[in-house]
């Protein structure tokens, strides 16, 4: 089975930090290009960070200066790492990742991110 898993979500204060990771959950995969996508309630699905292939990163502008996605290749996953968080940021978070086995896209099912104030 392959599928993709999110992990690290939670509870945070204002100004605080989260680490997300995107990981396997089967053997049949090999992370490639991911993204980290989230929705908050009410709203539609954005897209937050991306890392290619290459390891070329890009950020929406919401988040730029605070959030760093990065990749290990040795654990075939990519990381989120969430720095000066606010309430604005509370939403569910997901990953999609292609997967260069079989030249597919996959997502998490998304891990829940809360900022209090």
């Known amino acids: 089975q392959v599928q993709l898993v999110e992990s690290g979500g939670g509870l945070a204060q204002a100004g605080g930090s989260l680490r997300l990771s995107c990981a396997t959950s089967g053997y049949i995969f090999k992370l490639s290009a991911t993204n980290w996508h989230r929705q908050a309630p009410g709203k539609q699905r954005e897209l937050v960070a991306a890392i290619t292939g290459g390891g070329i990163t890009n950020y929406a502008d919401s988040v730029k200066g605070r959030f760093t996605i990065s990749r290990d290749n040795a654990k075939n996953s990519v990381l989120l790492q969430m720095n000066s968080l606010k309430p604005e940021d509370t939403a569910v978070y997901y990953c999609?990742?292609?997967?260069?086995?079989?030249?597919?896209?996959?997502w998490g099912p998304g891990t829940q991110v809360t900022v209090s104030s």
């Open positions: 999609h990742a292609l997967n260069t086995m079989d030249g597919r896209w996959y």
